[in-house]
């Protein structure tokens, strides 16, 4: 077998065994109260039969590892179970129902601020590296530091204050519809989307601009500049094709950066968004939402890690070269 | 005769300690010592808040949504807090709480990986695999979960956020313990025949210090972002007590009238993160010798 097709399974494996690990500390998580959930959602009052009724009717009086198992594959056939919430009557709110429009707006706003931030921060990075130590890199630098530093909410309200109160230009809630058409939807979500844009962009421009700062000190970008070849010659062709497997580890990490942040980002902005509905689901307690909200984040934060990983494989001249 | 002489002619006493802090001090640059201005600030705050600040935490003596005046500062939020005084506590809850975390998951982190690293082995494997699949999960959304399920209160948080953070302390005290393990220095305790505190203690803590320091730095600001971010989701620090993260959150509704109010609190936050990354890029240029762009 190829080496590189040998290393990309290998890490796939990797991948899949993170994932299930990942999936039984999330379940197992809320085995941690055996009993205890009940007891807190129904009071200190309860009647053993009724916390008994309670458990059998969410069925957790079966064994933690039959409900894991059943758990788990209907989670990846995309059946979440029923929502706790509303679940007293006969009728079932079924999760992936709740989540699945809530996903897409979801992924509309991550999709928004990453297709935005991705070319302008490596544009940003290259041009800090090209003329480090400038006026250029020095404002960027100190700017992008500062907004590191700050948490999104504050950048999200300052965002609010100037640019929706003040001046007017944007609503300060992005409340969408399903019947949202499309440019009404980007428009209302250009809000949040900036101010995640704002956030990453920071981070993904500061390791660009470290990844390619790293390569410059190579000995072969020293020859190049020898031979008298031009500046900007020697980081697109000799720096920059060495420095995709750093760049791709840089924008994957900061899209599985997207995926948190997108949390306070959507409570901020009242955005119908899978962020927001976790939080209302922790503080109501509502299991089967919790776990599922959970499962998504963490497998799209492994999904965008293990695929920088492979792209760096891939893209890694002296992987298709064994010795 | 003489060379007693040059002897004590060469030999100049000893910096003291103050000395030396002052030394260190006066070679600093302006923006660590505006970031080291700032913490002490802060640290002035949260210790000396009841003295500070003008009101008590939990007064509503007040009527709600007064605008500033000479008696509040920066006026009242809803419940007739004098949101200057609420601004002066929470520097002792937010910061309090956060460094109570950072610490606690530090002394675990550090001595796992520590002994992770002396041990190898089964201990080495076992807590290394856990480590990892914690690390695969954002805090946040772990935090969240977590919150959910054994219920908010500042003792859980405190807890899940330490034993978070734990993990990724113990990735890098693991990583420079095995790099300082194997020095000849270590080596050569061993063969004198120190016991494995001496080890610890003496050669291998002192010389792995400088990155789990600035790894604190860097771990407090993550844990104080979290922290302010959980309260300003509504699962962190409950009220009345005074917390930074909640404050925005409790008056987010001002802002869509024009009030800057609530953005102070989160200014607030910004600020102290800010300062302690200006002190930890200094502290981590003098203890590497890096120089970025070389």
Redesign the interface.
Same mark, same amino acid.
């Given at each position: 077998m190829h080496p590189v097709l040998k290393t990309v399974l290998q890490r796939l494996g990797l991948g899949m065994i993170t994932l299930f690990a990942v999936s039984i500390i999330i379940f197992s998580s809320l085995a941690l109260l055996p009993g205890g959930y009940a007891q807190n959602i129904l009071g200190q009052g309860a009647t053993p039969e009724l916390v008994k009724n309670f458990n059998h009717e969410l069925g957790l009086d079966r064994p933690a590892s039959v409900r894991y198992v059943e758990w788990i594959t209907n989670a990846v056939q995309g059946d979440f179970g029923n929502s706790y919430s509303g679940t007293t009557g006969t009728i079932k709110r079924s999760v992936s129902a709740i989540i699945a429009p809530r996903l897409y707006n979801t992924f509309f706003l991550a999709a928004t601020a990453a297709i935005v931030a991705v070319p302008l921060s490596l544009f940003l990075g290259i041009m800090a590296a090209l003329y480090r130590n400038s006026w250029f890199d020095r404002i960027i630098n100190s700017v992008t530091l500062t907004t590191i530093a700050m948490p999104e909410f504050f950048i999200a309200y300052i965002l609010v204050y100037v640019l929706a109160v003040k001046l007017r230009w944007f609503y300060p809630n992005s409340t969408v519809s399903a019947n949202t058409p499309f440019l009404e939807h980007l428009y209302r979500v250009a809000l949040p989307a900036l101010t995640m844009t704002l956030v990453i962009v920071a981070h993904m421009m500061r390791m660009t601009r470290a990844a390619i700062i790293n390569l410059l000190a190579a000995p072969y970008i020293e020859m190049a500049q020898l031979k008298g070849i031009s500046k900007s010659r020697v980081i697109l062709r000799h720096a920059l094709p060495n420095a995709w497997a750093p760049i791709a580890t840089v924008i994957a990490f900061n899209l599985a950066y997207l995926v948190v942040g997108v949390v306070v980002v959507e409570v901020v902005y009242v955005y119908p968004g899978i962020g927001q509905m976790m939080v209302d689901a922790v503080s109501s307690r509502d299991m089967p939402v919790v776990q599922a909200c959970a499962l998504i984040f963490a497998a799209t934060y492994i999904l965008l890690n293990l695929l920088a990983d492979i792209v760096s494989i891939i893209t890694n001249p002296r992987l298709l070269h064994p010795k | 005769m003489s060379a007693i002489q040059l002897e004590t002619r060469l030999i100049k006493g000893r910096r003291t300690l103050w000395q030396n802090i002052v030394r260190t001090l006066k070679a600093s640059p302006n923006s660590a010592r505006f970031g080291m201005i700032v913490m002490l600030i802060y640290a002035l705050c949260a210790i000396f808040a009841p003295w500070i600040a003008p009101f008590p935490e939990a007064d509503t003596s007040a009527k709600g949504m007064l605008p500033s005046s000479w008696t509040h500062i920066m006026g009242t939020d809803q419940t007739g807090h004098d949101f200057f005084s609420r601004l002066i506590f929470a520097a002792r809850n937010t910061i309090g709480i956060a460094l109570i975390t950072a610490l606690l998951s530090f002394f675990v982190g550090s001595t796992l990986g520590i002994t992770a690293a002396l041990q190898r082995g089964w201990f080495d494997q076992g807590v290394s695999r856990v480590v990892?699949? #914690?690390l695969?999960? %954002? *805090? !946040?959304? #772990?935090a !969240?979960?977590? !919150?959910? *399920?054994?219920?908010k209160g500042v003792f859980n948080l405190i807890m899940i956020l330490a034993l978070l953070d734990a993990t990724r302390v113990f990735r890098l005290a693991r990583a420079v313990a095995l790099n300082a393990v194997v020095m000849d220095y270590v080596e050569s305790a061993r063969l004198r025949g120190e016991g494995t505190r001496w080890i610890v203690f003496r050669e291998i803590v002192p010389n792995i210090l400088p990155p789990l320091i600035t790894e604190f730095g860097l771990r407090f600001?993550f844990v104080f !972002?979290t922290i302010?971010?959980l309260s300003?989701?509504?699962?962190g620090i409950q009220p009345p007590s005074a917390d930074w993260?909640s404050m *925005?959150a409790e008056n =987010?509704s001002l802002?869509?009238?024009?009030y800057?109010l %609530?953005?102070y609190p989160? #200014?607030a936050?910004?600020l102290l993160? *800010?300062a302690v990354?200006l002190v930890v890029d200094w502290f981590l240029q003098r203890t590497s010798g890096l120089r970025?762009? =070389?």
């Open positions: - | 990892d699949a #914690f695969a999960i %954002p *805090v !946040l959304i #772990f !969240l979960m977590m !919150l959910s *399920v054994i219920g600001c !972002l302010a971010a300003f989701l509504g699962v993260g *925005v =987010k802002i869509s009238y024009g800057a %609530p953005l989160a #200014f936050i910004a993160t *800010v990354n970025d762009g =070389k």
